[in-house]
C-alpha cells in the first residue's frame, strides 16, 4: 500500500477574511497550495455570528471601552473544526503570547493540522483562551489591529520550510536562523555595478573557498547584527 505524504491542513478563523487574500495566495505560498503541499481553509466567524445580525461582538464586562468578540461564534468556529478532525494545536495570535521565532516555525511545520484564530477589537473573550486555546502566539512586542497579519506571518514562515515549496534554494534551512545565525551576504550579477564589486572570491569558481568565505560572512555578520544569537 502506498503511504503518501501528509498534506498539511491550517484553518485560519477570521472576522475579516479579505485581509487573508493576498498574501495567502501568491507566490510560494500560492505554489504550495497548488503543489497540494498544505491546504489552508479561512473559517468566517460571521458564519457562526449570534441572531440576524450575526453578531459576533459585544461590549466588554468592567467599564473598558472597546469591543470583545463574543465566546459563542468563537466556540461554535472551533468545535465546528475540531469535531471533524483532530488538531496538533488551536493557536491565538495574541500580542501577550509566546514570541515566534525559527525554533517555533520549524516545529510548528511538522504538524498535521492547525487552527489559527485571529482576534480582532479589543480581542476575545477570555474564556475561550483558556479552555480551547492550545497555544498562544505573538509576532512581536506590538500592538497590531487585528490577528490576520501575525496569522499570515505564521502561515507563511512554517509554509516555506514544508519539503518542496522552495525549489530554487538548496533549502530554505540555509536561511537566516536556521543555524543560530544570520545569513551570508549575498549578490547576483553584473559583478562590477557603477563600480560596486563583488568580492573577488565569489567569482574563483572554487566552491570550498566560497563555502568558507560565507561562513565567515555569516559569523561576522551575526557577531555584528545579532549578537544575541550566539551566547
Ligand atoms: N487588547 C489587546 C490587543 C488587541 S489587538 C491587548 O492589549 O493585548 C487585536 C487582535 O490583534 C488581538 O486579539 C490579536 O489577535 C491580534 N494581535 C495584535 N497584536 C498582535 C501581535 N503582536 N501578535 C499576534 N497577534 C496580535
Not at 468545535?79 to 516545529?107: A, F, K, W
Not at 514562515?157 to 533549502?171: H, Y
Request: hydrophobic share 35%.
Amino acid at each position: 500500500m502506498h503511504k503518501f505524504a501528509a498534506v498539511m491542513r491550517i484553518d485560519i478563523i477570521s472576522a475579516v477574511p479579505e485581509l487573508l487574500e493576498s498574501p495567502l495566495n501568491h507566490s510560494i505560498i500560492r505554489r504550495a497550495r497548488e503543489k497540494g503541499l498544505v491546504e489552508i481553509h479561512i473559517v468566517n466567524l460571521h458564519d457562526y455570528g449570534k441572531g440576524s445580525y450575526k453578531q459576533i461582538d459585544d461590549y466588554g464586562f468592567g467599564g473598558d471601552a472597546g469591543m470583545v468578540i463574543k465566546p459563542e461564534p468563537l466556540y461554535r468556529a472551533i468545535t465546528d473544526l475540531t469535531s471533524q478532525r483532530e488538531y496538533d494545536h488551536v493557536i491565538y495570535t495574541s500580542p501577550d503570547g509566546e514570541m515566534l521565532d525559527q525554533g517555533m516555525c520549524n516545529s510548528l511545520s511538522t504538524c498535521g493540522n492547525l487552527i489559527i484564530l485571529c482576534g480582532h477589537y479589543k480581542g476575545i473573550d477570555h474564556r475561550i483562551r483558556e479552555h480551547l486555546i492550545t497555544k498562544e502566539i505573538s509576532i512581536g512586542s506590538y500592538v497590531l489591529s487585528g490577528g490576520e497579519l501575525a496569522a499570515c506571518v505564521i502561515c507563511d514562515s512554517i509554509i516555506r520550510l514544508l519539503s518542496g515549496a522552495i525549489t530554487c534554494e538548496p533549502s530554505p534551512r540555509s536561511s537566516s536562523f536556521q543555524d543560530e545565525m544570520v545569513a551570508t551576504a549575498i549578490y547576483t550579477r553584473p559583478a562590477d555595478f557603477m563600480g560596486w564589486k563583488v568580492p573577488e572570491v565569489l567569482l574563483s569558481g572554487n566552491p570550498k573557498l566560497i563555502r568558507q568565505w560565507q561562513e565567515e560572512q555569516a559569523l561576522e555578520r551575526t557577531k555584528r547584527l545579532r549578537p544575541d544569537l550566539l551566547d
